[in-house]
């Protein structure tokens, strides 16, 4: 059973207020439309919250793509993904959909069913993106909820013998974009199948954060490979150990999604996964994604 949320509210000298979401993972901010112009205090507060608690959720907007691109360029620069519904070849957008949703039998976004494994967004990159914002547009009544877990508060919560075994080390990341339903496998259980040409980048166990500098775990079930410096059966034993760690429910916030609904996460901190959903069942989600300052 998932921690439930405090209904403690704390008031922001910016003019809103928080809410936490589950067991200090994340927070709702109370108190803003985004539709109208924030000033500039007003979203350095939301970056400084963001910053703090790893995750936040701001409910009942009513975003337009510009809207959400407009308040996302103040988090920093921005992803380029290809236009699917645009209409024009080679067309770029700073926003995508997650959606299930066919049209004249094509998706019209990305992701469309079925469980996602929790992974840090672009992990096989040198650079992975700073954070990102999805807005619930269409969604299920049941399933399909988003699960974040806060891996600042599970290095800090690691038992000894595991801190010391990770310490130093850094493990090998993958992205098999030709694997049907990547995000739903573990990388170790296709470890043999994966081609050696995929997107890869070997990344720090333990991450320090740019600004705080304080210590998180940077490894994922979906897509580290590897222990670097193991030999496999050592290395493998490693990793589930974390994984399994790194998942308990003590480090999760799920989040069920209502219409309207924005949240914007710590990539650098925060993993998140996806739970399975009737098929049949419409699901839009939209997304933009703010990349890491020195990627852009």
């Avoid at 399909?144 to 690691?158: C, N, P, S």
């Avoid at 995000?183 to 259980?189: E, V």
């Avoid at 070997?202 to 979906?222: A, E, M, T, W, Y």
Wanted: neutral net charge; proline residues 4%; hydrophobic residues 40%.
């Amino acid at each position: 059973m998932l921690p439930v949320a405090s209904q403690t509210i704390s008031h922001s000298a910016a003019g809103f207020a928080l809410r936490p979401l589950a067991s200090d993972v994340g927070v709702e901010v109370l108190g803003l439309d985004l539709w109208r112009a924030l000033d500039r205090g007003t979203f350095k507060a939301v970056r400084d919250v963001c910053q703090t608690h790893g995750v936040i959720l701001i409910r009942g907007q009513s975003l337009t793509e510009e809207k959400q691109v407009a308040f996302a360029r103040n988090f920093g620069p921005l992803a380029s993904v290809p236009n699917r519904n645009s209409g024009q070849a080679n067309a770029r957008s700073s926003a995508s959909l997650i959606s299930n949703v066919r049209d004249q039998g094509r998706l019209i976004g990305s992701l469309g069913c079925g469980p996602l494994l929790f992974h840090f967004d672009e992990c096989y990159a040198e650079r992975p993106c700073k954070s990102a914002l999805l807005y619930g547009i269409e969604v299920p009544g049941e399933g399909g909820e988003t699960i974040f877990a806060d891996m600042r508060r599970a290095y800090e919560a690691l038992p000894p013998d595991l801190a010391h075994a990770i310490e130093g080390r850094h493990a090998l990341n993958v992205f098999d974009v030709e694997e049907e339903g990547h995000y739903g496998k573990s990388a170790i259980d296709l470890y043999s199948t994966i081609p050696a040409d995929v997107k890869r980048f070997s990344h720090p166990i333990v991450r320090s954060d740019p600004v705080s500098g304080r210590k998180s775990l940077f490894v994922n079930r979906c897509m580290t490979l590897c222990v670097e410096g193991m030999e496999r059966s050592e290395s493998d034993a490693l990793l589930l150990r974390l994984f399994e760690h790194q998942e308990q429910v003590c480090f999760q916030y799920a989040h069920r999604w209502r219409v309207g609904d924005l949240i914007m996460w710590d990539n650098r901190r925060t993993l998140h996964a996806r739970r399975d959903f009737p098929s049949w069942k419409r699901r839009i989600l939209r997304r933009v994604t703010v990349l890491d300052d020195a990627a852009a």
